[in-house]
């Protein structure tokens, strides 16, 4: 059984992977080659539309709930989806950066469709084929997968790309996405948790998930959390190319290195989570929010951001906070979704904190402009101390820290 849950544990950790590694590459190696064409942070920060794909799947998250009812349907869904992310990278591949600039974007916009639909897919299985007590572990290989993917997108990628080049170097990532499909294939261990509620998900359900009791203070913990975190982590490579520093060295020190320190926070958050409860460790980890922005703003007032050492430390620092942060927030969000609606719920939390993050992206870009960093650092501070004070007093809907409690009620009406 132990064998079972960790080859369980594995293959969503490879679909976590699968559509992470090329949305990495792509929204790593498009802002740096920005910068030093002299864009404003702005502009830099706007490229996170290309993202747009990963903000609007809620839309279509209730099709893939109601035509998903056994193993085989869930994994149509995702091997479609993922061979067609590995065409279009494929496509892309094939074009020049420099003369087909606009309809690379446009097919970069069409791949993240396809990994965005294999995401709700995937989170609809992964709900239903864990127990809630195991959330933690599950979502702390969602974000292990995750940074992994950005470790290799944002970090390798970026340094085999001033090697081979762009054509080159494409279509081994496309190659990947399809063997990451491997284990989800091979995998008979899988088992699918009964539904008690036999009614199929519907677009009104969308709807209904904000009717629940108590989910708006669900909604604000989700718009929160990352905050204090987000502004810091949408600027630091152009920081780190104001600071002198190359794209190889900004690939290693960032791209290996910092999202290495967020997998192995990842991983402990998901055992810490399991050790003190999911109400402690949102406190906690909400702190750290406030210490990292702390930590970024006093070393770049003093004058330490050109240390080595002082930079290398607000690295792992912002992505050891981020890891734990995205860990406690998906077990949060995995913890309530209704069944039946697996997809569609989890699809709906996750897209508010996307939302979130690129609006607060956008605007600690903006005061970034206006006022430099030190600005930016300090409306940082501000939104992780908000953040702080709010989880303090949060309680989520449903808390697998109280175990008496029923899970919410689904709100959707029979057919």
Known sequence: MKI??????????????????????????????????????????????????????????????RKCDSINDYKRWILGSEIVYALLIFVVAMLNLQTNF????????????????????TDALAARSFERRDNSLLNSMQSMG???????????LL???????????????????LLALVPLQLNINLRLRERQNKSKARPQDMYLFFKQKGIGKHVLFLFLFYSGVIGILSILRPLMVDL??????????????????????????????????????????????????SYFLWVHASGNVHSLVA?????????GTYGMASTIVYTTSMDIVREGREG????????????????????????????????????????????????????????????????????????
Request: proline share 4%; with cysteine.
């Open 311 to 319: 930079i290398m430390a607000g690295i792992a620092l912002v992505w």
């Open 159 to 177: 340094l085999l790309f001033q090697q081979i080049g762009w054509g080159k170097m494409l279509p081994w990532v496309a190659i990947f996405v």
């Open 4 to 65: 079972d849950k960790s080859y369980n544990l594995f293959t969503f950790f490879t679909l976590y992977i699968a559509q992470s590694i090329p949305m990495s590459f792509f929204s790593s190696v498009l802002p740096i080659l920005m910068r030093q064409g002299d864009y404003s942070l702005v502009a830099i920060a706007l490229l996170k539309l290309i993202k747009l794909p990963w903000i609007m799947k809620f839309l279509w998250s209730p099709i893939i709930d």
């Open 146 to 156: 995750s940074f992994t993917g950005s470790m290799v997108g944002g970090g390798f």
């Open 102 to 121: 606009t309809l690379i974007i446009g097919l970069i916009l069409l791949a993240f469709i396809s990994s965005a639909t294999q995401d709700i897919a």
């Open 244 to 293: 002198g520093y190359d794209m190889k060295e900004i690939g290693a020190m960032i791209g290996v290195f910092g999202t290495a320190t967020g997998i192995f926070c990842s991983f402990l958050s998901g055992l810490f989570i399991r050790k003190i409860g999911r109400e402690k460790s949102r406190r906690i980890i909400s702190l750290l929010i406030v210490a990292t922005a």
């Open 344 to 415: 569609t719920d989890f699809t709906m939390q996750i897209v508010i904190t996307h939302l979130s993050s690129m609006i607060v992206a956008i605007i600690c870009s903006r005061i970034g402009d206006i006022f430099g960093y030190d600005g930016l650092f300090a409306l940082e501070i501000s939104l992780a101390v908000i953040s702080f004070v709010f989880v303090w007093f949060y309680r989520p809907p449903f808390s697998m820290d109280k175990p008496e409690m029923e899970q919410i009620p689904n709100t959707s009406h029979n057919e």
